[in-house]
């Protein structure tokens, strides 16, 4: 079984604060993709990661995947209480199934003005 | 604007009556997914078409059916809900089903049972 974790579980902090979010695996992805999700809403497609080492940049957001290809980071600069929500992160394998994301079980976000 | 449409967003039913939810995609996708989230849980996958070919998860329980009557559109069918089936249910597409596709979430349809 491929399991992601993610860490922490739950982060709230103050608006301008700087924050990273993890998740890691003991397993090798074809990629990797991060969503964040907001109540009562389905998860929304943040970026998309494939090569390992790959740094993408999406505003403040700032993502990366390991060399390794088993993990990955998002790092939030200035957090601003609209980036509260549910991070996800979801890996997809090569092979048989393909098809199936892994999801981690996220990290909760809260950004207090 | 919106690429995957989920209707309706809330649904509510008896316990025991069936209950269909729909999802529609302008993506063209191949790929179409049916998930199920619990409060505080990752999605969990139900089952997924690669076009007119259904795939079922090995534990995804008899009770939930899904049809898929052309590209566009996919159904999820919960022929006796129980108690336990109250969850967001989530559609997803992706163009094909490769290890480096990305998949394209609806906003979802919550599920109260009664």
């Known amino acids: 079984t491929q399991l992601l974790e993610q860490s922490p579980q739950f982060l709230s902090i103050q608006e301008g604060e700087n924050l990273t979010v993890y998740c890691n695996s003991s397993?090798?992805?074809?990629?990797l993709q991060w969503y964040r999700q907001e109540p009562g809403e389905g998860p929304v497609l943040l970026v998309t990661?494939?090569?390992?080492?790959e740094v993408k940049k999406l505003k403040r957001l700032t993502f990366q995947f390991g060399d390794a290809r088993k993990d990955s980071s998002l790092h939030i600069t200035a957090a601003q209480p609209g980036d509260t929500g549910l991070y996800l992160c979801?890996?997809?394998?090569?092979?048989?199934?393909?098809?199936?994301?892994?999801f981690g079980k996220g990290t909760l976000l809260t950004v207090n003005p | 604007d919106a690429m995957v449409i989920q209707n309706p967003r809330y649904q509510v039913t008896q316990f025991g009556k069936p209950v269909t939810l729909s999802c529609s995609q302008t993506l063209n996708h191949n790929v179409m997914y049916w998930y199920q989230q619990k409060s505080s849980q990752a999605p969990k996958l139900l089952f997924h078409?690669?076009?007119?070919?259904?795939?079922n998860e090995a534990d995804t329980p008899d009770n939930f059916q899904s049809r898929r009557p052309n590209t566009s559109f996919c159904f999820l069918d919960i022929r006796s809900p129980g108690l336990g089936d109250a969850a967001m249910y989530l559609c997803a597409t992706s163009r094909n089903s490769g290890g480096r596709e990305t998949q394209y979430f609806g906003p979802g349809t919550r599920l109260l049972v009664l």
């Open positions: 979801a890996g997809a394998k090569s092979g048989g199934s393909n098809y199936k994301l892994t």
């Open positions: 397993s090798v992805f074809s990629s």
């Open positions: 078409y690669y076009d007119k070919d259904f795939n």
């Open positions: 990661v494939v090569t390992g080492g």
